[in-house]
């Protein structure tokens, strides 16, 4: 089975935690339990034609506590970029710690998630501000961790993206 | 010799014996797989990994962290960077173990006595403190992320509200009175900046004394100043009459530093001009000490993807410094896109932000790598490049101008797109961040006063107007006992045959330090006063003696006369009038009236029947700037007056604009209907003359003939004044 590692990167608190827990083992917590440094979960996803072995990399949302450390991204093969949807803050932030990625990782894929979408009453994001990432040519998805809405989701669309650019690449 | 005993100070024994009851997994790496661990297991260890083969350990392969971090540790004991004896590498913290047994771990790479060494130790005892402390601050910044959300949107509708009320006419001492115990401080101030509402919390909060209202140097004055440090273009913004929100750092009466954030939303009257300046203002220090760290995070703009504002101020801050000690040049450029929010509004927010970042891209590519460019916010920009030649500063300035030339396709539908670009140069204009900024902001909008796309550097002149406009009042004042004023005088040609010499007076102020300021900007100002009154006297009393004075030669000259629909209004205006024509002995029927439509907006009937009296006198009237306003033809014939001034905006277009060419041809056609002149101002090219005639408008005014000129500039050439119209 082919084996590929993913990382999510985002600022603090936007459910980074939580939506691998949903993932792999279908929990929530609504306790804010803050993470310090590197998480790693493995889960299979199966595809179409072939199942996937995710090693799952949970980065400590960095701040003035913990800088992104770039030697934990070599070897990813995609990410999640994650944003807490009631948090305008928290875009701003991955916008720039997606470039510093970017930098250290080139083209792989990833995917923009617009975390805790359940809390439609507090949202603050708007979808119009993401459309300008949407024209950049970024998938963007809505998931709550919560209710699990689009996390598995989330996950296949990533792994899929990761074997048709391993396939775009061979080409 | 000391090899030796080092070499059996490090035996196995050595080591067991110092690690006993220190719960560290010490390896030695016999291969780049195989670890061979030294003394005993720790348990945790174990329950973790098990050994490959003979007490071998494959730390990689059980461990997807290790495996990561081996890469740099391989790296590392192939040559530490660090040679001294203590250096190690750490991995970091990272957890292992499923969820009710993980541990935090951390790995650390070392040599000693030439052994590569890896050492894992379990950080579980003291984790759980510094667990809490970062979750603690985790939380605070949080909580405090979401007060500054709340506090801005409150802030916006509170200020949006008041505007609403003022716009609706309703008494300030209404407002007052419903904003009176609001949490916010709120500030209302008329143009001038002084005080008209202020509620207990503004007291509270910074310390005013209330009684003062309308007080010299006002609250918003000393803000402005404030917050110039960080945001340089902001009394440009707001006296032009935009909306401005943000953060400073702002030292009350008393001396002591508070952040505040604040609203500034100017209120336009119906001419467009600001009447008052709403302000809403909250101490935001806790907020922001607590949130300092995280600045770092946000240098990016969400939408181009350039630096913002933040990280814009810390990169020209130390170019500028660097520029300083190396003795380089620098030009700044801010770049500010032409009608930006008209595409936004009509196309959509998505379509201006495609927009923007087309630009940012071209922007971004008409310099070098090395040279700054930044997203400031809204549709401006700004370039820092050094300059090695004097000749690149206008290159640049070109490209960038240029980089707007080529369409943005939406849609498959084409949009072009200028900019207006100002440019302030290091250190000739400026020595800090704040003053260059500054300069090139309001460069910039010169560049768009002058009519937009195009690039003009800073002059100290372009400044002068802007930064002291809150001062103008007392120098205002001043200016009439000091002989301040001049007037000059622009001829108006007569397209017909015209036996005397027409002329305008128009007002011009020679500030001491500032220089030539406007009418435009000071005439609003003294509207705000008393001090239009005899400013308007002034202007009455020396252009009838000026016009009177070549009565003797047989000199016939009309001159015409702006008077403010403020001025208009007053009871005693015909007295005015009357006794300026007495003073001068000027004949009724060689002063003219200049009123723009304004004047009718308030009172009409009153500014009808004093117009009417005033015509009875012999005295003319025009009404100005006809069609940039409300006006409509329809109820132009119960005006009266007897000329109409075709507003300059149309005549620019002529003849190639098609609405402008109409508007003309039926202002004309009615206003001779009505038995009215028509002048036609701004008059520039022989193609809008040439118009102009055609469609047989009576008199042109503008550039393409004269200028205003000082009045001893004039009697040498009124003859060729009298027949420049037909001789054309
Ligand atoms: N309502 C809601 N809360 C969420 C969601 N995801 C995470 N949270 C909460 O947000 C907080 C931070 O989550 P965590 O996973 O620790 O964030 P991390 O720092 O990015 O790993 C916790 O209190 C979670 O319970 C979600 O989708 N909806
Ligand atoms: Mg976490």
Request: glycine share 6%; with cysteine; charged share 25%.
């Amino acid at each position: 089975m082919i084996s590929k590692k993913i990382c999510l990167i985002g600022s603090f608190a936007v459910g980074k935690t939580s939506l691998v827990r949903r993932f792999v083992t279908d929990g929530f917590d609504e306790k804010y339990q803050t993470t310090i440094g590197v998480k790693i979960d493995k889960k299979e996803v199966a595809l179409a034609d072939q199942t996937l072995q995710f090693v799952i990399w949970d980065l400590e949302g960095p701040d003035e506590f913990a800088e992104l450390r770039t030697t934990y991204l070599r070897g990813a093969s995609g990410y999640f970029l994650v944003i807490d949807a009631t948090r305008p803050k928290t875009l701003e932030i991955a916008l720039s710690l997606n470039q510093k990625v970017r930098e250290t990782l080139n083209s792989v894929p990833f995917l923009l998630l617009i975390n805790k979408t359940d809390l439609e009453a507090e949202r603050r994001i708007s979808r119009e501000e993401l459309q300008p990432c949407i024209e950049a040519g970024w998938s963007v998805m809505e998931t709550s961790a919560k209710t699990g809405r689009n996390v598995e989701h989330a996950f296949e669309v990533l792994a899929q993206m990761l074997v048709d650019h391993a396939e775009a690449r061979s080409l | 010799m000391s090899g030796s005993i080092a070499e059996d100070s490090l035996s196995d024994g050595f080591f067991s014996d110092v690690l006993e009851g220190l719960d560290i997994a010490l390896f030695e790496r016999i291969c780049s797989s195989r670890f061979r661990p030294i003394g005993r297991l720790p348990l945790w260890f174990k329950s973790f990994y098990s050994p490959v083969e003979h007490q071998q350990y494959d730390l990689a392969m059980q461990s997807a962290f290790l495996e990561n971090f081996l890469i740099d540790a391989e790296a590392y004991w192939e040559s530490p960077s660090d040679k001294r004896s203590g250096s190690r590498l750490a991995s970091g913290v990272w957890s292992e173990g499923g969820e009710t047994v993980a541990r935090p771990l951390e790995a650390f790479a070392l040599v000693a006595a030439r052994r590569s060494l890896l050492a894992i130790v379990d950080l579980s005892s003291n984790f759980e403190d510094q667990r809490q402390v970062y979750q603690r601050a985790r939380e605070l910044a949080l909580g405090q992320e979401k007060l500054a959300l709340e506090l801005s949107q409150k802030q916006r509708e509170l200020q949006a509200a008041l505007e609403q009320r003022v716009l609706n006419q309703e008494s300030l001492e209404v407002i007052a009175n419903t904003v009176a115990g609001n949490a916010s401080a709120v500030l209302i101030c008329d143009a001038m900046g002084r005080m008209q509402v202020a509620n207990k919390a503004l007291v509270d909060i910074f310390h005013i004394e209330s009684g003062a209202s309308g007080q010299r140097r006002s609250v918003l004055e000393r803000w402005l100043q404030e917050a110039e440090g960080a945001y340089p273009e902001i009394k440009r913004v707001v006296t032009s009459g935009s909306y401005w929100e943000g953060e400073f750092e702002s030292q009350g009466i008393t001396g002591e530093k508070k952040w505040i954030r604040l609203n500034i939303g100017p209120v336009l009257d119906s001419e467009g001009t600001v009447s008052h300046y709403i302000c809403i203002a909250n101490d935001v220090t806790d907020v922001h000490y607590g949130n300092h760290g995280q600045e770092r995070f946000e240098d990016v703009d969400p939408v181009t993807q350039l630096p913002n504002r933040h990280s814009f101020w810390r990169k020209i801050t130390q170019l500028i410094e660097q520029a300083t000690t190396q003795h380089q040049q620098l030009a700044l450029y801010y770049v500010d896109l032409d009608h930006f929010k008209r595409v936004n509004d009509s196309l959509g927010h998505h379509a201006g932000d495609f927009l923007l970042n087309t630009f940012a891209a071209r922007i971004a590519h008409c310099v070098k790598r090395t040279d700054i460019v930044a997203h400031l916010g809204g549709d401006e920009f700004a370039v820092v490049a050094q300059v090695k030649q004097l000749g690149n500063i206008e290159t640049i300035a070109q490209r960038l101008l240029d980089s707007f030339i080529p369409p943005v396709t939406i849609d498959s539908t084409d949009f072009r797109l200028s900019a207006s670009i100002g440019v302030a140069l290091f250190p000739a204009d400026g020595l800090d961040a704040t003053t260059l900024m500054k300069h090139a902001d309001l460069a910039m909008f010169h560049a768009k006063e002058l009519g937009r796309n195009q690039c003009q550097f800073f002059k100290p002149a372009i400044g002068a107007r802007f930064l002291n406009r809150l001062n103008l009042e007392n120098d205002l004042e001043a200016a009439i006992q000091r002989g301040q004023f001049e007037l000059y005088y622009q001829p108006q040609i007569c397209l017909a045959e015209e036996t005397f010499v027409r002329l305008e007076a128009l007002i011009r102020w020679r500030h001491p330090e500032q220089g030539f300021i406007s009418p435009a900007i000071f005439i609003p100002l003294a509207e705000e006063s008393e001090l239009i009154h005899k400013i308007g006297l002034w202007v009455l009393n020396t252009a009838c003696a000026y016009a009177q004075q070549f009565a003797g030669q047989g000199i016939k000259v009309v001159v015409a006369v702006n008077v403010s629909a403020c001025q208009a209004r007053r009871k005693d205006f015909i007295d005015i009038v009357e006794q300026a024509l007495q003073d001068s002995g000027l004949p009724p029927e060689q002063l003219e009236i200049e009123i723009t439509e304004t004047s009718f907006l308030e009172q009409m009937d009153e500014v009808v029947t004093m117009l009417s009296k005033l015509r009875r006198m012999g005295i003319n009237v025009s009404l100005d700037d006809f069609g940039s306003g409300f006006s409509s033809l329809t109820y132009l014939k119960s005006l009266p007056v007897d000329n109409l001034k075709l507003d300059q905006t149309f005549v620019r277009e002529l003849p190639d604009h098609e609405e402008s060419r109409a508007i003309t041809a039926s202002v004309i056609r009615l206003a001779h209907d009505l038995k009215m002149n028509v002048i036609a101002e701004g008059v520039e090219t022989v193609e809008q003359l040439d118009y102009l005639r055609q469609q047989g408008c009576d008199y042109v005014q503008g550039y393409y003939f004269y200028r205003p000129l000082p009045g001893d500039e004039l009697p040498p050439i009124f003859d060729q004044i009298m027949e420049a119209g037909s001789i054309v």
